[in-house]
């Protein structure tokens, strides 16, 4: 049996009346999604792009400077495509084991496997309540972090390793060493965040990761040839200072940028961005003076990087005045390592890349919890926590990535040894690994 309904034209304005209402009480009912800040995305969009300055051409020229002129081209190579290869690496996975939304304190999971999810509405909380940016900005900020900090280690082995061993090296150490630390440390489900460890821009992450990894590089790979006989001076000084200058106009990026909005905690990083270094620059070039009488441009770029990296785990907590003091403290330690520590160990980290992002991110790490306090100038700490406290946990951050770091590195280059070999003949390494690997060379006569 077939049953026909007619409605009447006001029958009809009164049913579409009532599903109006019905719909308008819904969405009265349903909360509205946050809205990014056009400013702190804005702000955050430009702290990606610096961070990515920094490792191009920042880190390039300043290594590349440093090395023998034979080198240099290898070097830019070697942090070009480091770039480019975590850069997929961290599309297709990377992002997902660091912060893909699980709960495991180890590892992200796989719930963002080739962004899976991410569109342009979807948003990232940032510290404080209801302030979203957009997902992919935050995708793309971390993403550059994963870029520079596989880029850090290549001077410790510079001038002796071939290129392919590089490109896998990273490839592996990024998946099984950075991505996990990352994600124990920055992640709300991570292991070291939930111990209550302060990093604000990477300390642990960034400085302390690369340079265990770069100190058991250099040992295992062994010395250049001809250490300690040949002239190995840096080529062009002139590179390496316009290559940290712009290191140090990128942190910017890194430090302020870690704060996620543009506020007072953004303000505070780059003010003490500022101060840590300007300290540490005085500190190196003060010592030299004082036991070499001169006070060299190398020391004062050394210098630069020390403060850099000390600050960059507390740039958001401590106050200015303390961030020139953990500068300049950073910047002692790390010249008494890469002048004395060092030839005593007989070790060659080639561009002291432990000496200074190791070191300098163990004092700037340890120093921020006691930098905090606010009877130093920082911004306190939690509720129930004490300086003795957050030192302590600071330390157990600092020793978990150094055996995380340490191990996984000393395995991953076994590996990689194993598969390509990591040094190249005698022949191409005293010809030079720019012409014996690219078929090129940074200067003609």
Known sequence: MKVHFTLTSAACASLLGAFGSVAAIAQEAMPALPVPDKGDTSWMLVSTILVLFMALPGLALFYGGLVRAKNMLSVLMQCTMIVAVVIVIWAAYGYSFAFGGGTNPFWGGLGKLFLSGVTPESTVATFSDGVVIPEMVFI????????????????????????????????????????????????????????????????????????????????MIGKRAGYGRDNMAPHSMTLTMAGASILWVGWFGFNAGSNLEANGGAALAMINTFTATAGAIVAWAGMEAVARKKASMLGAASGMIAGLVAVTPAAGIVGPIGAIVLGAAASAVCYYFVTVVKIRAGYDDALDVFGIHGVGGIIGAIGTGIFASTSLGGIGYADGVTMVGQVWTQIMAVAVTIVWCGIGSAILYKVVDAIVGLRPSAEAESQGLDLSSHGEVAYHA
């Open 140 to 219: 793309c900020f971390q993403m550059t972090f994963a870029c520079i900090t596989p880029a850090l280690i290549v001077g410790a082995f510079a001038e002796r390793i071939r290129f392919s061993a590089v490109i896998l090296f990273v490839a592996l150490w990024v998946s099984f060493i950075y991505f996990p630390i990352a994600h124990m440390v920055w992640d709300t489900s991570g292991l070291i965040f939930g111990w209550g460890a302060l990093d604000f821009a990477g300390g642990t992450v960034v400085h302390i990761n690369a340079g265990v990894a770069a100190l058991v590089g250099a040992m």
